[in-house]
Nanobody, 117 residues
Framework: QVQLVESGGGMVQPGGSLRLSCAAS????????MGWYRQTPGKQRELVAV???????NYADSVKGRFTISRGDAKNTVYLQMNNLKPEDAADYYC???????????WGQGTQVIVSS
């Protein structure tokens, strides 16, 4: 079974930075796209950023210029560099992967990001 394991969440002050990582295992070798969504209580999960195997990235308008998504060389990992974090960025961040060799979408369990002074 495919698993997505996230790491890198935590607490940071406004203006600070965090880097999220996500690694896919369990036979997932054709993943396209891969990315991050976030969710706060009472709201729908929303796109943060996704990236294809060719490096084409799509960002939410609210994070453009502050967040950068990238993939590892093995293409089964994805990273999200978050700079100049704002209180409104606080959320649970979920790794997402469309695993084409299984023809299914998978989600990680989420990692919490807290932005507070």
């Amino acid at each position: 079974q495919v698993q997505l394991v996230e790491s890198g969440g935590g607490m940071v002050q406004p203006g600070g930075s965090l880097r999220l990582s996500c690694a896919a295992s369990g036979g997932a070798f054709n993943i396209n796209p891969m990315g991050w969504y976030r969710q706060t209580p009472g709201k729908q999960r929303e796109l943060v950023a996704v990236i294809t195997t060719r490096g084409e990235a799509n960002y939410a308008d609210s994070v453009k210029g502050r967040f950068t998504i990238s993939r590892g060389d093995a293409k089964n990992t994805v990273y999200l560099q978050m700079n100049n974090l704002k209180p409104e960025d606080a959320a649970d961040y979920y790794c997402y992967a469309r695993v084409r060799n299984f023809a299914k979408d998978f989600w990680g369990q989420g990692t919490q990001v807290i932005v507070s002074s």
